[in-house]
């Protein structure tokens, strides 16, 4: 076994908003990435429109930073390859993937908050890689850390999750990401994140190789370049490679076919640059194999050996996908028929792993199946943005046969709530089918609750979280495997208000029509028939007329129009409407517009199958 001491790669891994990626930021300051004066925007890693948006990750990314010799070992220079993942659960195809480069994990855990959801996710993965792992306690400067405790939760998770010994002796750090600090003990802070890197190259294993065995990189993710094409990122296992070289691709079904391997590439800082070759350990970016696939091995021409294929967990949440058939489609998107939509669904499929594309009984519709309801809205977003006009269903659940069983997924649900609310918390989930498994009072005024629950009960789930707690309640969830079908699960309460005609929506109508329920329109907006225009107060579907003018009359009203004010429209978001739809509904998604509708728009069509669910659905 021969190793590369000039070199290292590690992720970093956490929940949500842990602190990775402005860890990253100091990283790449301090090892001096960037010039002085240099304007490099705030977690510069999340570079996607939809990640600086939202202020969260998507895609696992790579950068490298160089340890100059000073601070080095042995005096030499040593590289340093940093894989920042997302902490989100929708996106943990992105991790199980980041750990298939790296040689060790170095875990996040916010001081306050301790070990989330994700965390346990995060840990299992890279204690399933049998990775090393270090872990950084960060935001030691938040007034409510509480470091010792959420260190030792941090162990209790790692035991719990069957780490060796070995993995249980790992080095604990303490930063301030923010700051760019970190320091071994945290009475003391430190003054840079120069302990970080000393235990970075402490603990980090250098990649091995064996000396004289044939090329071989496993590609782990892939990019596109205007210029050159579909880019494969890969590791080096072992042997070395050239730039223009051709090698064996070794695909899925065993074939193997030469390629040559136009260009290739390293990582400087945030910089691909041009590289003549790379050897073992070395994260590369190669341009030449147009269907290249992750998980597929380039191998050295005379003896390809392919390494075994990434394996990611299976989707769990699925939702149709489908051309708008909306009487107000093509107003204003470009891309609207299925041929398109399809092509940019199995374009989608190339680069992301952890989803899946099944036919339907329409041929203009697809079923889309992912991680959750963040990830699938986030193709959607994408989607739109490109031109898209679609038409969404409700997401589903994924289930499956279990010795003739039907098995559905559960999530792991942590909640941290004011006390006050522990009762309506409890009362919802028990509606849910929840399990509670853990509740610990802080001592702070707030407790976390911790559930098993099937991952149906939480479609939908957030807002009316929200609203019971009034926006104080925090929560997160994560796959955690399947469980027997639960039989009928409580969704929304209400029913839907429905548009009954096409026209524009009045704000005589609309007047009228805010005593029935919450609207989502305000006036002006164009509506049809089979259109949802707001929340019904009652649980049954109402259809109403909002497009009604006021009948012109000489008598004047005693109580003037403007005495009565209409309350502004509740306008949801893309997230928000996917959360709010039921079974029979979908959301009309086009570049300019979220609207929600019936599946089947015709009123007296629906009505008949409302009333043949009702009398056919009695058992026969
Ligand atoms: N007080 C304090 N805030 C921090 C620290 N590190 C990060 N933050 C803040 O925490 C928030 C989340 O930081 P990110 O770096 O985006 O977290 P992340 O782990 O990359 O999040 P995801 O990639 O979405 O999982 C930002 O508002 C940061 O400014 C810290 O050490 N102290
Ligand atoms: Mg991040």
Redesign the pocket.
């Known amino acids: 076994m021969a190793f590369r001491s000039d070199l290292r790669n590690i992720a970093i891994i ?12 100091a990283m790449l300051w301090q090892s001096g990435a960037f010039r002085a004066n240099q304007d490099v925007a ?2 510069v890693m ?1 570079s996607g429109d939809l990640e600086r948006e939202r ?3 998507i895609l696992a990314k790579n950068t490298a930073v160089v340890l100059p010799a000073a601070a080095g070992h042995a005096g030499i220079d040593v590289t340093l390859n940093v894989v ?5 659960a929708d996106f943990g195809g992105e991790v199980e993937r980041a750990l298939a480069m790296v040689d060790a994990a170095l875990l ?1 855990v916010d001081s306050s908050e301790g070990p989330l959801p994700q965390t346990r996710f995060v840990v299992r993965k890279a204690l399933e890689a049998g990775l090393p792992i270090l872990l950084v306690v ?5 007034p409510d850390a509480r470091i010792a405790e959420v260190v030792d939760e941090t162990y209790d998770l790692l035991i719990d999750l069957g780490a060796g010994d070995a993995q249980l002796d790992l080095p604990v750090l303490y ?5 760019g600090t970190a320091t071994l003990d945290p009475e003391h802070p430190g003054g840079d994140l120069a302990p970080l890197f000393a235990a970075i190259l402490d603990h980090v294993p250098a990649p091995t190789h064996e000396p004289d065995h044939p090329f071989q990189a496993l590609v782990t993710n892939l990019d596109a370049s205007p210029y050159l094409g579909r880019l494969a990122l890969c590791r080096i296992q072992n042997g070395h490679v050239r730039r223009g070289e051709t090698v064996a691709w070794c695909r899925e079904q065993g074939q193997v076919e030469r390629v040559k391997l136009s260009e290739m590439y390293l990582t400087e800082a945030l910089d691909r640059v041009q590289a003549d070759e790379a050897g073992p350990g070395d994260l590369i970016a190669v341009a030449g194999i147009d269907d290249v696939t992750i998980g597929d091995t380039l191998a050295d021409l005379a003896d390809p050996r392919p390494l075994p294929r990434l394996r990611v967990d299976e989707p769990s949440l699925g939702m149709t996908l489908g051309v708008n058939t909306s009487p107000l489609a093509g107003r204003d998107g470009k891309q609207l028929t299925a041929r398109l939509i399809q092509a940019r669904l199995e374009q989608e499929l190339v680069g992301n792993v952890s989803l899946r594309v099944l036919p339907t009984e329409r041929p203009d519709t697809w079923e889309v199946q992912g991680r959750g309801e963040l990830q699938l809205a986030i193709l959607v977003e994408t989607m739109r943005r490109e031109g898209f006009e679609l038409t969404v269903g409700k997401p589903r659940v994924v289930t499956k046969e279990v010795d003739d069983q039907i098995h559905e997924p559960f999530e792991a649900l942590s909640i941290d709530v004011p006390e006050d609310y522990v009762g309506v918390v409890s009362q919802l989930l028990g509606l849910r089918k929840g399990r509670l498994q853990q509740m610990v009072n802080h001592g702070t005024g707030w407790v976390r609750l911790e559930y098993r629950v099937p991952a149906r009960g939480l479609i939908g789930f957030r807002t009316e979280f929200l609203t019971e707690t009034r926006g104080t309640g925090i929560l997160h969830h994560v796959f955690d495997g399947y469980e027997p079908w639960q039989g009928d699960i409580r969704t929304r309460p209400n029913g839907s208000l429905v548009a009954d005609r096409s026209g524009q929506a009045t704000q005589f109508a609309l007047l009228n029509l805010q005593d029935r329920g919450q609207l989502f329109i305000a006036p002006g907006a164009e509506v049809y028939a089979g259109m949802i225009v707001g929340e019904n107060a009652r649980s049954e579907d109402m259809d109403i007329n909002p497009a009604k003018e006021k009948k012109l009359s000489n008598v004047r009203s005693a109580t003037g129009d403007e005495l009565v004010r209409l309350a502004p429209p509740r306008l949801l978001s893309l997230d928000q409407a996917l959360e709010f739809i039921r079974e029979d509904e979908a959301v009309e998604v086009t570049p300019a517009s979220v609207r929600l509708r019936k599946v089947e728009l015709d009123p007296a069509l629906r009505a008949r199958a409302a009333k043949r669910a009702k009398h056919g659905a009695a058992p026969s």
Do not use: F, Q
């Open positions: 956490a929940h949500v908003d842990h602190g990775k990626t402005t860890l990253v930021d705030e977690r999340d202020g969260i990750t920042d993942t997302p902490g989100h996040l960060n935001k030691i400067d938040r930063t301030n990401a923010r700051e």
